[in-house]
């Protein structure tokens, strides 16, 4: 392994710059923007957190196993972000009306759509028996 040289930016090896602490902080700092963004300006986005909340709330509850549910959130949530910007960015490429713009547009909700589907289909199999189980023994 090559050794790793100092310099005034960044520390190198084999051509491969690691970042700054200050670069990486700045990195943060803009992907929690986009986070804060998406909360006050898309409704869908904030359904989508509360409901996943209620599911991570509920599983945990229920001592089930959250890394299902996890993972079903982090996609939705990553989807219906992925979907925010391609709108943005088809607004600004393309103002006016136009059938390949609604497609780009309608493709990516179709695509949180699916997670959102396939992630309540996770959600009832990995919450229902336990939650079924949990109000029939207590009646």
Same mark, same amino acid.
């Given at each position: 392994?090559?050794?790793?040289?100092?310099?005034?930016?960044?520390?190198?090896?084999?051509?491969?710059?690691?970042?700054?602490?200050?670069?990486?902080?700045?990195?943060?700092?803009?992907?929690?923007?986009?986070?804060?963004?998406?909360?006050?300006?898309? &409704?869908?986005?904030?359904?989508?957190?509360?409901?996943?909340?209620?599911?991570?709330?509920?599983?945990?509850?229920?001592? +089930?196993?959250?890394? &299902?549910?996890?993972?079903?959130?982090?996609?939705?949530?990553?989807?219906?972000?992925?979907?925010?910007?391609?709108?943005?960015?088809?607004?600004?490429?393309? &103002?006016?009306?136009?059938?390949?713009?609604?497609?780009?547009?309608?493709?990516?909700?179709?695509?949180?759509? +699916?997670?959102?589907?396939?992630?309540?289909?996770?959600?009832?199999?990995?919450?229902?028996? &336990?939650?079924?189980?949990?109000?029939?023994?207590?009646?």
């Amino acid at each position: 392994m090559a050794d790793l040289q100092k310099s005034s930016d960044t520390y190198s090896t084999t051509g491969t710059a690691v970042l700054r602490s200050s670069r990486l902080r700045r990195a943060f700092t803009i992907a929690f923007g986009g986070l804060a963004w998406a909360w006050r300006s898309q &409704p869908n986005f904030r359904i989508e957190v509360s409901i996943g909340t209620l599911a991570i709330a509920l599983g945990a509850w229920l001592s +089930v196993n959250l890394v &299902p549910i996890l993972l079903c959130c982090s996609i939705v949530l990553s989807l219906e972000l992925i979907n925010t910007a391609i709108e943005a960015t088809v607004d600004l490429a393309s &103002p006016e009306l136009h059938q390949l713009a609604k497609r780009a547009k309608d493709f990516a909700a179709a695509a949180v759509l +699916v997670a959102v589907l396939f992630s309540t289909l996770v959600g009832l199999i990995a919450l229902g028996p &336990p939650l079924i189980a949990r109000i029939a023994s207590s009646l």
